[in-house]
């Protein structure tokens, strides 16, 4: 796996459309030498659901042939017998996949047989590249259950096809009020300044489509996208008021009948071009050079919140005495969280503290405490063979040993901590 690849994570039904897509990706690009087609054009590849997903042209013409068929056996059955012409083949029906047979007797004959068996081996290669693709990204529960659907056999047996249809299933499109809730209020969420502003906004559209890809009709429209992404922008922690208050001012723009790509598109073009205060440095996004990270020397650090939600430090003036009669044009709030801030840096530190001298860590299940990495970015357990580690064991990033199990899934946590780091109290 890499940092790319899309996981079907719980409610399935929400994610299990990017999941496939990068396997119907794959198929498509992937070419079967000598055959003038792709992977995905054979059967026993996208299934019947994974067709109609993403091939409809293939889909109308299977179901064309469908109709076709039971015409022809609807007049073989009457009396008198009703002779039902078959329909011409069309192009973009599937293609059954090579089938070699016996090495025939002919000169003629064999050297066809040898460009089959060319165009047989290929097409096995490029279908067995895609079930170990799909065999290292499969949840185990779902891997298991495809496994036993075949018996004895097992995942020797399983097709592709298999999986496209057991995940697009009626099974596995079922979601709970709680979990739908979760997604939708996610699109809503505040946005975060160590991303891009585009990447901000392009996250909100990638939610709702989430949404949208399984149940069209609580997909929200771009009026609704404008009005949450409107008032987020709003928010005093971002440095967006001229720009959004630029875009109300032209013609026709109303709270009531903006819409969402013509917003996004006017402040991704217009907020940069901006001149900015220094002082609101703390209100950047990732993309401007005024972007101040946390690990920069103390005085230009920002009041920033980590992926674990915990503050880290502020932007300081070198003169506390002088910021406190000529304070920033800052929040109010945030302006006091900065003298609180440094009231704490100040306080001398305990010899005992273990952290004195080290910076927040990350969490591992395998690796434990460390700098650089936690267990979604794990190469070691990314690699490993499938079912070796579990799916929340590979996606814990959050750990308290005052608040959290000190183990998860029957497996304890590695709470070891690599040089200069220290964990979560």
């Known amino acids: 796996m890499n940092s790319n690849d899309k996981l079907l994570t719980k409610p399935y039904c929400l994610s299990r459309v990017d999941f496939l897509r990068q396997f119907y990706a794959y198929a498509k690009d992937r070419k079967i030498k000598g055959s003038g087609k792709n992977l995905s054009d054979f059967k026993t590849i996208l299934g019947n659901r994974g067709t109609k997903l993403f091939k ?10 469908v109709q076709n068929d039971l015409a022809i056996a609807a007049g073989l059955a009457a009396i008198p017998v009703v002779i039902v012409p078959p329909i011409p083949n069309n192009e973009n029906l599937p293609t059954d996949p090579p089938n070699i047979g016996d090495v025939p007797n002919t000169a003629v004959a064999i050297e066809r047989w040898k460009i089959m068996e060319r165009i047989s081996e290929d097409f096995d290669t490029a279908k067995t590249q895609l079930k170990s693709k799909m ?16 018996g004895v056999e097992g995942w020797a047996i399983v097709e592709p096809s298999d999986v496209f249809d057991y995940i697009l299933s009626n099974e596995m499109g079922n979601i709970t009020a709680a979990e739908l809730q979760t997604v939708q209020d996610a699109i809503k969420n505040p946005w975060d300044k160590r991303k891009a502003l585009r990447t901000n906004l392009e996250e909100m559209v990638e939610k709702n489509n989430l949404i949208g890809e399984t149940f069209p009709h609580m997909k929200l429209n771009d009026q609704l ?26 013609p026709g723009q109303d709270i009531t009948t903006s ?3 013509e917003f996004m598109e006017y402040i991704l073009e217009k907020y940069p071009k901006l001149s900015h205060d220094e002082n609101k440095g703390h209100l950047a996004f990732s993309c401007e050079k005024r972007y101040k990270r946390y690990g920069m020397a103390a005085t230009e650090s920002t009041i920033e919140k980590d992926e674990e939600g915990l503050a880290l430090a502020a932007n300081a ?11 920033p044009k800052w929040d109010p709030k945030e302006y006091a969280e900065l003298l609180r801030l440094r009231k704490a840096q100040k306080a001398p530190p305990t010899p005992t503290n273990p952290t004195q001298h080290t910076q927040l860590g990350r969490i591992c299940f395998l690796c434990g405490w460390n700098s650089d990495h936690n267990s979604r970015s794990c190469t070691t357990m990314q690699n490993a063979a499938p079912g070796t580690y579990t799916d929340r064991q590979m996606n814990l990033t959050r750990f308290s040993p005052t608040r959290n199990n000190h183990e998860l899934d029957g497996k304890p946590i590695n709470q070891n901590c690599a040089p200069g780091v220290h964990g979560w109290p």
């Open 56 to 65: 409809t042209e293939t889909w109308a013409a299977m179901q064309l042939q």
């Open 135 to 150: 065999q290292a990204m499969l949840p185990p529960e779902v891997f298991k259950s495809l496994e036993r659907s075949k």
């Open 225 to 250: 996208m404008f009005q949450i992404a409107f008032h987020i922008a709003e928010n005093p922690i971002y440095d967006l008021k001229d720009t959004i208050n630029d875009f109300m001012m032209l």
């Open 259 to 261: 819409v969402f790509p």
């Open 317 to 327: 003036p070198k003169n506390p005495s002088a910021a406190s009669i000529n304070p």
